[in-house]
């Protein structure tokens, strides 16, 4: 059975940094399959964060208007593993941060992030807080 791991999260204070990783094992596990990061505030609504997407040789990506600019997504389909560096993090950003995996979502001809039901499998989940 598909398992997805997040790690990484922590504490860190405004204008800092993080890296999450999240790595994927088990059987079902299919590195064709897209990966992306939601977050979900106390009180606040499951929010798609980014995407990522391999066809072929390309790599798609897609981010939240909320963290363009300052998030970037990658994956190593070799380690099974992708992780997103977070940069210039405000208070805004404190969540907890959650990995999955499913078929991908293309919209207009571009990725889309999609939405909870796109993805099959979900990780546990990893706390970023970020004090200001």
């Known amino acids: 059975q598909e398992q997805l791991v997040e790690s990484g999260g922590g504490s860190v204070q405004a204008g800092g940094s993080l890296r999450l990783s999240c790595v994927a094992s088990?059987?079902?596990?299919?590195?064709?399959?897209?990966m992306a990061w939601s977050r979900r505030a106390p009180g606040n609504e499951r929010e798609g964060v980014a995407a990522?997407?391999?066809?072929?040789?390309?790599?798609?990506?897609a981010y939240a208007e909320a963290v363009k600019g300052r998030f970037t997504i990658s994956r190593d389909n070799a380690k099974n593993m992708m992780d997103p560096e977070m940069n210039s993090l405000n208070d805004e950003d404190s969540a907890m941060y959650y990995c999955?995996?499913?078929?991908?979502?293309?919209?207009?001809?571009?990725?889309?992030?999609?939405?909870?039901?796109?993805?099959?499998?979900w990780g546990q989940g990893t706390q970023v807080t970020v004090s200001s």
């Open positions: 990522i997407d391999t066809q072929g040789s390309t790599t798609y990506a």
């Open positions: 088990g059987y079902d596990y299919n590195c064709a399959w897209s």
């Open positions: 999955a995996a499913g078929a991908g979502v293309y919209k207009g001809g571009g990725l889309d992030i999609g939405s909870e039901r796109d993805y099959a499998y």
